[in-house]
């Protein structure tokens, strides 16, 4: 299962188009919340660890993974920055790096183009200085479903108290951990 969600990963960053056999019975509508709006987008700018990644999937104990997922924002102007994002795995041998531009709509929502010239639609649940919580949406025949929400820090490893805070703020955006798997990386 943990491959599984790497390749989820990396198919919505356009790496690799293998889905499950029901990947596409399991998308739900993107949530429909206002994206935070009011954060200073040069205080988002650098480095940072994937700590949490949501995926509608029925529910299962929450997930490790020994592999780490670490990315880096770079501003390129007011309108547009990089999203360059790196994977480690010394348990399976491999790596991957992953270069995806990123326009600004506004503060809080994102159009993230894919190495294919696809684009995903991005919105940020919330935003601090220690931590951010994206919900990545696409379009699947022609309405907006929710790809995953990850939850990215500047902190790592991430503790329990902070998974319980992380986990609280998803379940305040409409996410159900019945319906949903959250798999952690707490060893990074």
Known sequence: MLKQVVLVFCLHLGILV?????????????????????????????????????????YKQPEDDSSCIKGNFKKINSTAFKQ????????????????????????????????LG??????????????????????HHGKSTHLWTAVVTR?????????????AELLAQGFSNNDSNIIKWDKC
């Open 18 to 58: 293998t889905p499950a056999p029901d990947f596409h019975s399991t998308m739900k509508p993107c949530p429909s919340f206002k994206s935070k709006r009011n954060f200073g987008i040069n205080k988002i700018m650098g480095e940072w660890n994937l700590a949490m990644l949501l995926i509608d999937e029925p």
């Open 118 to 139: 696809g684009h995903i639609q991005l919105k940020i649940a919330r935003a601090s200085p220690s931590h951010l919580c994206m919900t990545f949406c696409g379009t």
């Open 155 to 167: 902190k790592k490893p991430i503790n329990n108290m902070d998974f319980l805070i992380l986990s």
């Open 84 to 115: 360059i994002w790196y994977e480690e795995s010394p348990q399976y041998g491999y790596g991957a790096i992953i270069d995806l531009p990123t326009v600004l709509a506004h503060t809080g929502d994102w159009t993230v183009t894919d190495p």
